[in-house]
């Protein structure tokens, strides 16, 4: 399950990627 998400938090930082601002977002998976 916990590999799971992770593989979910990849997808969205990849949508994220298209936002001003990803490196907030980055901070949280850190």
Do not use: V
Not at 3 to 19: G, K, P, V
């Amino acid at each position: 399950a916990k590999y799971n998400q992770l593989l979910r938090i990849e997808e969205e930082l990849d949508f994220t990627a298209q936002y001003p601002g990803p490196s907030a977002f980055y901070n949280i998976k850190r």
